[in-house]
C-alpha cells in the first residue's frame, strides 16, 4: 500500500508548481510483479488529477496579488496563457500533463473561474491517457526483453 501511497503523492507533486516528474517512480513500481498495474495507473491518474486542481485554486485565490513583487507568474505571462485558453476553450484541458505549459493552463482555468465540472473529467481524461500510454510502452518494451 505504501507504493500505492509513494506514486500517489509524487503524482500529486508534480502537478502543482513543484518541479516534479512523477513517471520515474510509476515505472518504478510497475516493475514490481506484486503491484497492480491498473491501481498504480490510477492512483497516478487521480494523484496528478488533484494535483492540477491544486493549480485551479490557485488560480482562483492567488491572481489577486499579481502586482506584487513576489508573485512568480508576470502579468504578461497570464494575459498570453488566458489568450490561449479562450482561443481552444476548456478543451485544452486535456493538455493539462505538458510539463511547465500544463500547470500554467490548470492556472489560468482557475484565474477564468472554469466550472468543476468541466475542469475534473477533461483534465482526468489527459492525464490518465498519458499514464497508460506510459504503461502499455512500458509493457511494450519488457515484451521485446
Given amino acids: 500500500m505504501l507504493s500505492y501511497f509513494m506514486v500517489f503523492s509524487v503524482a500529486f507533486l508534480s502537478a502543482t508548481i513543484l518541479p516534479l516528474g512523477s513517471e520515474g ?21 487521480v494523484g496528478n488529477t488533484l494535483g ?50 500544463g500547470d500554467g493552463i490548470a492556472l489560468v482555468a482557475g484565474v477564468l473561474r472554469t466550472p468543476l465540472w468541466y475542469f475534473l473529467p477533461l ?6 491517457a498519458r499514464y497508460a500510454l506510459i504503461l502499455w510502452g512500458l509493457h511494450q518494451v519488457m515484451a521485446f526483453m
Fill in 25 to 45: 517512480v510509476l515505472l518504478y513500481y510497475a516493475n514490481n510483479t506484486t503491484l497492480s498495474v491498473f491501481l498504480l495507473w490510477l492512483f497516478a491518474s
Fill in 52 to 101: 492540477g486542481l491544486t493549480n485551479w485554486f490557485l488560480g482562483i485565490y492567488l491572481v489577486r496579488f499579481e502586482d506584487r513583487k513576489w508573485f512568480p507568474i508576470k502579468p504578461k505571462s497570464r494575459q498570453k496563457a488566458e489568450r490561449f485558453f479562450n482561443r481552444y476553450g476548456v478543451w485544452s484541458l486535456l493538455f493539462t500533463w505538458l510539463p511547465v505549459v
Fill in 123 to 128: 483534465v482526468f481524461i489527459g492525464k490518465a
